[in-house]
């Protein structure tokens, strides 16, 4: 089976994953990490400037004349805690994501996901009639979509729930499930209305995650499926080479899926490191990787 024929290697290479000296615990990708810091540095920042959120955050009564806010508001957080269970779950589960699709498609991928959490809801809130200045702010919606897509390409993982242990699928399960829950008694009128957590943003953000699993590695291939088979003897050395390097990497990737990211050698984090610079070398193009 071909590289881009697993549901964990939709169309890209990767780079999430390095080994961290020293304190056992893997090192992000650049992604990743960019948005570890991004995310602290606007709390920070928001200790200074008591007005951060009213000016990031997103609303019904904002969006249209300043829509750059369905991004801005996923850097913004309403306090230490909200911010450290985003974060956590970003930083274990989201450099899975990079390392099998790279560092530009999972930045994609997560702020579009998130900003599908800010339309989903919007919707709640022009369709309950919530107070349209109600701001959302968090990475709630991008973290949900990182969760809810682990579970569907890395069923084996094990997480900790309230010191519980439990697989991702069952773990997204109940998140999922609290929050559909939560949007369905807001509907009728007895949930929290605008305030409090936006289940409606998790909720979209987990939705837009599935559709992103099943539905880009398609639109991916029908972009750049048309290429001609045709070529000299150099051009097909070529493509089997190319083959034999992507079924190595496709071995790998399996047992990434099997037994987690720290199972692999150092050998094998070589492979995969290549892998990535070729992808960069390529200006993240569909090539071999």
């Known amino acids: 089976m071909g590289i881009y024929d697993r549901p964990y290697m939709r169309g890209g290479g990767g780079g999430g994953y390095r080994p961290s000296p020293g304190l056992g615990l893997p090192r992000p990708g650049r992604v990743v990490a960019g948005l570890l810091i991004a995310n602290?540095?606007?709390?920070?920042?928001?200790?200074?400037?008591q007005g951060m959120a009213r000016h990031l955050g997103l609303s019904a009564a904002s969006w249209w004349r300043q829509p750059w806010r369905f991004i801005t508001f996923q850097f913004v957080?309403?306090?230490?805690?909200h911010l450290f269970f985003n974060m956590l779950g970003l930083y274990f589960l989201g450099m899975y994501l990079e390392l099998t699709w790279g560092p530009r498609r999972f930045l994609v991928f997560y702020l579009l996901c998130g900003a599908a959490g800010g339309?989903?809801?919007?919707?709640?809130?022009?369709?309950?009639?919530?107070?349209?200045?109600?701001?959302?702010?968090?990475?709630?919606?991008?973290?949900?979509?990182?969760?809810?897509?682990?579970?569907?390409?890395?069923?084996?993982?094990?997480?900790?729930?309230?010191?519980?242990?439990?697989?991702?699928?069952?773990?997204?399960?109940?998140?999922?499930?609290?929050?559909?829950?939560?949007?369905?008694?807001?509907?009728?009128?007895v949930g929290l209305g605008g305030g409090g957590i936006?289940?409606?943003?998790?909720?979209?953000?987990?939705?837009?995650?599935?559709?992103?699993?099943?539905?880009e590695?398609?639109?991916?291939?029908?972009?750049?499926?048309?290429?001609?088979?045709?070529?000299?003897?150099r051009w097909r050395r070529k493509v089997q080479r190319e083959q034999e390097e992507r079924q190595e990497v496709d071995r790998i990737l399996d047992k990434v899926r099997?037994?987690?990211?720290?199972?692999?050698?150092?050998?094998?984090?070589?492979?995969?490191?290549?892998?990535?610079?070729?992808?960069?070398?390529?200006g993240g193009r569909d090539g071999p990787w």
């Open 217 to 233: 590695p398609r639109i991916w291939r029908l972009r750049t499926g048309g290429a001609s088979g045709r070529g000299s003897g």
């Open 40 to 49: 602290i540095a606007v709390l920070v920042l928001g200790l200074f400037w």
């Open 77 to 81: 957080h309403a306090g230490g805690m």
């Open 119 to 189: 339309v989903a809801h919007l919707v709640m809130s022009y369709g309950l009639g919530w107070n349209p200045h109600t701001l959302l702010v968090g990475a709630s919606g991008g973290v949900f979509a990182v969760i809810l897509a682990c579970a569907i390409l890395y069923p084996q993982i094990r997480v900790i729930v309230l010191f519980f242990p439990m697989s991702i699928r069952v773990a997204a399960a109940l998140f999922i499930g609290i929050a559909a829950y939560s949007v369905l008694a807001e509907v009728r009128g």
């Open 258 to 282: 099997r037994e987690g990211i720290g199972a692999l050698s150092r050998r094998e984090r070589d492979v995969l490191r290549r892998a990535t610079e070729r992808e960069r070398h390529n």
């Open 198 to 215: 936006s289940h409606a943003a998790h909720l979209g953000g987990a939705v837009a995650g599935a559709l992103w699993v099943y539905l």
